[in-house]
């Protein structure tokens, strides 16, 4: 009997260390050790999606197409038998973005392609955060699973497994922050559009007739590299997605890593298995000069949310070009470039890994360049994509840790600790700049 009792005791004892090992505990990046404990709950294959909400999917979704170079290749609305939201897929290599927007209300939701999509929730989603990001959306190995294993360890079911549209393939979804679900997908490797229900629409080979030298479409975008999100209280919602993921710590930073004299965030990045999936969360920071850009997101979005997605592309300089091309004629403009001296500071660290031509090219540009212990990073950063001072986007080049597989190592080059205090001084700028003018007497 003292044998059976104490056996119970070291396994009750065992548990709560096993749990206070998962509790994530901020050291700063100086003090960060990376490690891989390949500690994934379920299967993750990669980011499938990101679903965006609104309440015109078909004019957000051409406005994204343009701006971004990515296709709309498939659809699901009235024309389609969809009476309960319109949504169109927007798809450039391995890149999918999605925009819903509901119809009127109907009490029936046989015909929607995507189960979980509730017309209330939509409407109250969007009169909050604005547009934004409901969904991101991972491909795995089981999503029946997936969702079992989450919701064990401390998740918050949101919907449940459920097969698509005459299909046996799954989507469940989980609370991640705020109102953002992280979905669940798998059964789909053969599937050849999107998901089921949704039609397939025709390639058109976009081009600029105005210009002689007229080029297509695609701007070379090619998949999400991380998606961050903002929450009021980092410890907690770390560990809350780290225990019911099993997802590790990829990296960390605190305000004196990346603020400013003048504001600043905690931040940390978690990773999957493969470190494919890179899902990074930001708090603010209290007491300086000026409000945290986080806790003004925070207070804009109404609440915690998705605050930027990291688009990769092969070639920056290309992709920024044809950006910078489409920014006054309805695409998305970039945060004002660093100052002549950032560049010339530039030499000095990358002048090993980028070429004079590449490093001009950046100045030309207002690319931030930043690397650590292992590869390269490129970053530029949009003004936000709408009119709240709340979600902006990244476009993103990696350089470097090309493993024997020929595939890139995920997270090379860092997450830009050497840009963050640039990025900051510029968004304390533009929000200066929309800040009510003081009109004399």
């Known amino acids: 009997m003292a044998i059976d ?42 980011f499938h999606h990101v679903e965006f909400w609104c309440t015109d999917a078909t004019n957000v979704s051409r406005r994204f197409s343009w701006g971004l170079g ?6 699901s609305d009235l024309s389609t038998g969809n009476s309960v939201h319109a949504s169109y ?18 009490t029936s939701s046989s015909s929607a392609s995507i189960p979980s999509f509730d017309h209330r929730s939509a409407r109250s989603f969007s009169a909050s955060h604005g547009l934004a990001v409901r969904a991101i959306a991972l491909l795995v190995d089981d999503a029946d ?10 998740a918050r079911p949101s919907f449940p497994p459920t097969p698509l549209v005459d299909s046996t393939a799954l989507i469940a979804e989980v609370h991640l922050y705020g109102d953002v679900v992280l979905r669940y997908l798998s059964g789909l490797d053969s599937e050849p559009v999107f998901l089921p229900g949704f039609e397939s629409l025709p390639l ?8 002689e030298r007229s080029e297509e479409m695609e701007l070379g975008l090619r998949r999400v590299d991380h998606a961050v999100g ?36 905690n931040s940390a990045v978690l990773a999957n298995n493969e470190e494919t999936v890179l899902l990074p969360m930001n708090e603010p920071v209290y007491g300086t000069k000026r409000k945290s850009q986080i806790q003004t997101y925070l207070e804009h979005n109404e609440g915690e949310g998705v605050q930027h997605l990291a688009l990769a592309t092969n070639d920056i300089f290309r992709t920024l070009r044809g950006m910078r091309r489409r920014g006054a004629m309805g ?30 090219e950046c100045e030309e540009l207002g690319v931030l360049v930043d690397r650590d212990d292992q590869g390269t990073l ?15 986007l990244e476009i993103i080049q990696r350089v470097g840790c090309i493993g024997e597989d020929g595939v890139q190592k995920g997270g090379c080059g860092g997450f830009g600790k050497g840009n963050f205090s640039e990025l900051f001084k510029s968004i304390e700028d533009y929000e200066k700049t929309l800040e009510p003018k003081s009109i004399d007497a």
Not at 145 to 154: K, Q
């Open 378 to 392: 490129l970053q530029i950063f949009t003004k936000p994509i709408g009119d709240r001072p709340t979600m902006f």
């Open 70 to 75: 990515l296709p709309l290749v498939a659809k």
């Open 5 to 46: 009792e104490k056996s119970g005791s070291e396994r009750e004892r065992s548990s709560r260390e096993e749990e206070e090992e998962r509790r994530f505990k901020l050291v700063g990046h100086s003090r960060f050790v990376r490690s891989n404990p390949r500690s994934d709950r379920f299967g993750v294959k990669g």
């Open 230 to 265: 903002n929450v009021w209280k980092l410890e907690e919602s770390v560990s809350y997605v780290k225990s019911f993921t099993g997802f590790h710590e990829f990296a960390e930073f605190v305000a004196e890593d990346v603020g400013t004299a003048e504001s600043g965030l």
């Open 331 to 360: 695409g998305f403009e970039f945060m004002p470039a660093p100052p002549p001296t950032y560049y010339s500071n530039l030499r000095k660290r990358a002048g090993d890994v980028l070429s004079e031509e590449q490093m001009s």
């Open 89 to 106: 897929l927007l798809r450039s290599h391995h890149l999918r973005f999605l925009f819903s927007a509901p119809y009127y209300f109907t």
């Open 204 to 211: 058109i080979n976009h081009r600029h007739h105005q210009d």
């Open 145 to 154: 699973h997936a969702f079992r294993a989450s919701v064990s360890h401390g």
